[in-house]
């Protein structure tokens, strides 16, 4: 199955909190956490990884400074229509049956992880892992996600309304950082121990 599947990384929003792209923060030494996300993707299996970002980081990657290279880098020029307008967006681009879907500011995505919700991935419309019952990321959804996505004309929907649409499974993980999301740099130094 491993021509099936490929990840998005959605990073469209304003980082408003964080002052300044969470995509692109310091991972490690090498390592934004885009990147960090796209090699965990790739190692896996993943044929294809794509980031949708808004046009600020998009400048930014144009730079050079950040390395993304191997990723597809597509634009939402208008961040405010939402996550899902950026998965709408993104299977423009690609097409495999099942797609991982992770947040930008969650880059504690492992093969592990990934594994344990892909054997799950003809179980439901969509698999999540969840720690101690509460859902995290990254999420797999389905073809008949997909296609529904994909055949979307209005786009001012909220991705986890559209979700709740469709058969969920959760998958139980001993990992909490599934429920990760740095979202300021208080929330930075906690999980990755520097500073901005």
Known sequence: MKENYSAIILAAG?????????????????RCFARKLADEFYAFGCCRVAMVTNSDVVELVGSGK??????????????SLGRFYSLYLALQAIDTQYIFMANADNPFVTAGLLSKLLENAKQSD??????KGKGGHPILIS?????????????????KDFLNRFRRIYVDVNDEQVLVN????DDYYKLIGENL
């Open 126 to 131: 969509y698999v999540c892992p969840a720690y």
């Open 182 to 185: 740095i979202n300021t740099p």
């Open 143 to 159: 073809p008949a996600i997909v296609s529904a996505v994909k055949a979307q004309t209005s786009f001012q929907i909220n991705l």
């Open 14 to 30: 304003s980082s408003g909190r964080m002052g300044q792209p969470k995509a692109l923060l310091p991972f490690d030494r090498q």
């Open 66 to 79: 950040y390395n993304l290279n191997g990723m597809d880098i597509i634009l939402n020029p208008t961040p």
